[in-house]
């Protein structure tokens, strides 16, 4: 099992933390206090709009957006997975009914966020389903006579309960850091996770729709709870006030993290001495450099990410096809390493080198998937297309890092090149042209960037005399230094 560290760095406006695995970074978490993620948020909402035709209902939560609201994510669910079974949402929700409602997916570009009826809060050792009263066990404890020892042990340990007012007790799902809890720690896990219920219920009799009942544990509160396991080594904060806070959070529902718990002293930022700045910065560029020479890259659009590979400089030792396969497996483990640092979700395509040999083939599908395993959220992958891609899903819950630190270029509006200056000038001279069959003005002005200017001034000099002398009107220039390449004014003097 490899050794892991976690460096926590801290500040009021942002929160930031690396998973460090053997030296390498192979996950990055970022939350802006301003930006915080909605996922696990509780609300009391309103149903605003039903809309039949696509079996969904738009439910105002107290965002800037209306949150949406799919009739699979009601419970109960649908009887049948056959859809046309189903009972039709319209029949299940109206118009004006406040509902509690929890954030399953946050808002993503011009969607608004997801939610689900089927409220759980998660614990250290168990995630609680207040609507439901059976026993789930996390797929990763694998073990079948262990599984049904945890499943015995919750069952003494929730057997007891009656449902109270007509209300289910509630079930529970196993995490996999309950494999080794003691009866009492997962009691207490159950009695900590019945109360944060309660608090919730009550104040949604007492609130308002809109209001925020329960919000998720914060990203540096999370790492103790979901990142931390037992191949942590250190968990390195370099803030005082927030290491002492994670100290208490700890005594209380992680005491077996604690040990771990470390303040960093150091002068330099502690993000700076480890080198994550700079993994920070390679993780939104979109070339990637593999140590053997070839390299990646990565394009994100709004359907779908693809990753393109390529041998670059690797001439390999000894035939073209071992270069190949052997620029793949690198390259299998660099992309699931990618997913997971920039946090890419939804549909993947990964376009390897061409490989003729069915073996290699198999080899490198085999690697990428043992790759994948490691990572937190759920992905699935297709194999190889007939034209040689592999298509894979990866669970997408938040924003990419890219969409989170960055924003499309204001110049070029996110297409990654804008018009020549010859372009630019052409598209004035028609524009001029257009406007002199309408109005008759004394003059027209032209104002652009100073690279067009100069090259109506230059080369396309004799284009802009024979259309002035066309148009029988001057035409005038003039450079605007805050214009950029593809702007311009045509004023009509």
């Not at 760095?9 to 460090?20: F, I, K, M, S």
């Not at 061409?354 to 990428?368: F, G, K, N, P």
């Not at 297409?415 to 001029?432: F, H, M, P």
């Amino acid at each position: 099992m490899p050794t892991q560290d976690i460096l926590i760095n801290w500040a009021p406006q942002e929160t930031r933390v690396a998973v460090v695995e053997n030296g390498a970074v192979q996950e990055l978490h970022i939350e802006r206090t301003l930006e915080r993620g909605l996922v696990g948020n509780v609300y009391l909402g309103k149903v605003v709009r039903v809309l039949p035709g696509m079996q969904s209902a738009f439910i105002d939560i107290g965002l800037e957006r209306a949150a949406f609201l799919h009739v699979a994510d009601l419970h109960p669910g649908p009887p049948s997975r056959n859809e046309a079974q189903a009972v039709p949402i319209e029949r299940q929700v109206f118009e004006g009914q406040t509902l509690t409602v929890q954030v399953i997916k946050d808002a993503i570009g011009t969607k608004g966020a997801r939610l689900s009826t089927q409220v759980s809060i998660a614990g250290r050792m168990l995630v609680f389903l207040p609507h439901d009263n059976h026993i789930g066990i996390s797929q990763k404890i694998g073990s079948p006579e262990l599984r049904e020892q945890l499943r015995a042990r919750m069952q003494a340990l929730t057997g007891g309960d009656e449902p109270r007012n007509g209300d289910k007790p509630g079930g529970f799902i196993l995490r996999t850091n309950a494999e080794e809890a003691t009866d009492a720690e997962l009691a207490d896990d159950i009695a900590y996770l019945r109360r944060a219920w309660a608090l919730i219920r009550e104040r949604a009799q007492k609130s308002p729709p809109g209001t925020l009942l329960h919000q998720d544990l914060s990203l540096a509160e999370r790492v103790l709870r979901d990142l931390a396991t037992e191949a942590t080594q250190t968990i390195r904060i370099d803030s005082r006030l927030q290491c002492e806070a994670l100290r208490a959070f700890g005594e209380t529902y992680m005491p077996g993290t604690l040990a771990k718990l470390d303040l960093y002293r150091g002068e330099r930022p502690i993000f700076d001495l480890f080198g994550i700045e700079e993994e920070l910065a390679r993780a939104l560029a979109r070339r990637v450099e593999l140590k053997s020479g070839g390299y990646l890259i990565i394009d994100q659009t709004e359907a779908l990410t693809t990753v393109d590979v390529n041998t670059g400089g690797f001439v390999g030792a000894r035939n073209f096809d071992d270069t190949i396969f052997k620029t793949n497996l690198e390259a299998a483990g660099a992309i699931a390493r990618q997913l997971r640092l920039r946090n890419l979700g939804g549909i993947i395509i990964a376009d390897f080198i061409d490989m003729t040999r069915e073996d290699h083939q198999q080899a490198v599908l085999a690697e990428l998937r043992k790759q994948l395993a490691r990572d937190r959220t759920r992905t699935t992958v297709s194999g190889f297309t007939q034209l040689g891609l592999v298509e894979m899903t990866r669970k997408r819950t938040r924003e990419s890092l890219a969409h989170m630190l960055c924003e499309p270029c204001p110049t070029c509006q996110g297409r990654g090149q804008v018009k020549t200056a010859r372009s630019v000038c052409y598209d004035i001279l028609r524009e001029i042209l257009r406007e002199a069959r309408q109005f008759a003005p004394k003059e027209f002005r032209v104002v652009a960037s100073a690279a067009v200017v100069e090259m109506l001034l230059d080369e396309e000099s004799v284009h802009l005399a024979g259309l002035s002398e066309f148009i029988g009107r001057p035409i005038s220039l003039s450079a605007e230094p805050t214009m950029n390449p593809e702007q311009y004014d045509i004023v009509l003097m």
